[in-house]
C-alpha cells in the first residue's frame, strides 16, 4: 500500500479511535442482537459510518463489510476492507477500557493490510503483505517461547452458548500446560499479543471475518501460524474457529 494512503487510514483510524475513547455515557444507546451478550451501540454505528466514508474516499473500488448492518456479498475477487468498528462492544459498554478498531484491506482472497487500534494505549498495530509487523513504529515478533513458558489467550464464543463448555474444557487442558490463561473480550486485540510476543497461543470455536481478518495478517506478518482449529486457513464469507500461535507451539 503507498505510503500516503497509509498514513490517510492511520489518522482516519485515530479519528475513530478518539470517539471510542470519549463517548458521551447517556447517549450509548444499547441495542441487543441475535444470540445472547450481543449488543450494538451508537457509536458503533458512528465509527462504522466514519470509517465506511473515509475508506471509500481513499479506495472507490473497494467494497465494505462491516459487522454492524447489512451487509456485502462477499467474493474472492476484488477489493474489500473487512471492519470491525468497536471490537470488544461488551467491554466497551462497560467501560473495562480493551476495545478497539480492526480494518483488514483485502485483494483477490488475502488480506494485503490490516490496521487494528487500541485508542486507551494507543498502540497501532498494523502490517503489510511482505513488510512485516509493526506496533506504532516498532517492529513485532511473536514469542520463541514453548507452551510451558507460555500465555494462553481464549474467547468464549459468548454468542454461540452450546461452544461455551467445549471452550472451558479446552482453557483448563492449555491451562495444565502453560503459564497461565487470559480472557480479554476482544479477539483482534488477542490477535495482536500473539504477534507482540506477549501470549503464545489463542484459540476461540467461532468467530466472523472482521474479528481475524486484520489480525490474521498482522500474526503472520510477525512470524505466527493462524489457522482454524482444524488446520485450514480462514476464510471471510463465513464464520470459523481460530487459532492462533508462535512456530514453537
Known sequence: MQQHNRESMFRLIKECGEI????????????EKAGPANFVTSYDLLVQNKLRDGLQLLFPKAKFIGEEGDQETYTEKGEYFIVDPIDGTTNFIKDYQMSCISVAYVVDGDVDFAVIYNPYLDELFWANRGEGAYCNDKKIHVSKHDLS??????????YDMDLAKKSFEMAYEYFCQALDIRRSGSAALDLCAIAAGRAELYFELILSPWDYAAGMLIVEEAGGIVTTLDGEKPVFNKRCSILARNKKI
Open 20 to 31: 471510542i475513547k470519549n463517548p458521551n455515557r447517556n447517549d450509548i444507546n444499547i441495542q
Open 149 to 158: 513458558n507460555g500465555i494462553v489467550l481464549f474467547g468464549t464464543s459468548p
